[in-house]
Nanobody, 127 residues
Framework: HVQLVESGGGSVQAGGSLTLSCAAS????????MGWFRQAPGKDREVIAS????????YYGDSVQGRFTISKDNAKGTLYLQMNNLKTEDTAIYHC?????????????????????RGQGTQVTVS
């Protein structure tokens, strides 16, 4: 049974930083495409970053490119999202997501529904 549990959300002032973590269990972590998507009030869900493979092939959405960094620790089964220079428009619920093949990590514009598994989410508020 795949489980994804996010942590690290909170409130921060614009220009600040936060690091989100996602503890994954129940599957062979290194074989999965992993990602983060977010949903802000009144907006569609948005995949902001993904990572796959031992070399860490990554994708970033335009809205976070250059400010956010996705990484993973296969040994710990943990996914991270380092968020720097946060803006008020980054306020959203952030979800960790996983898929058992590289598919979502290889498309030009990944959608959240391409990921089979997702966590409950953690709130990030930027003011």
């Amino acid at each position: 049974h795949v489980q994804l549990v996010e942590s690290g959300g909170g409130s921060v002032q614009a220009g600040g930083s936060l690091t989100l973590s996602c503890a994954a269990s129940g599957y062979r972590y290194s074989d999965y495409c992993m990602g983060w998507f977010r949903q802000a009030p009144g907006k569609d869900r948005e995949v902001i970053a993904s990572i796959y493979g031992d070399r860490g092939f990554t994708y970033y959405g335009d809205s976070v490119q250059g400010r956010f960094t996705i990484s993973k620790d296969n040994a710990k089964g943990t996914l991270y999202l380092q968020m720097n220079n946060l803006k008020t428009e980054d306020t959203a619920i952030y979800h960790c997501a996983a898929h058992q093949s590289p598919g979502p990590c290889l498309v030009a514009s990944p959608r959240p529904d391409l990921f089979t598994y997702r966590g409950q989410g953690t709130q990030v508020t930027v003011s």
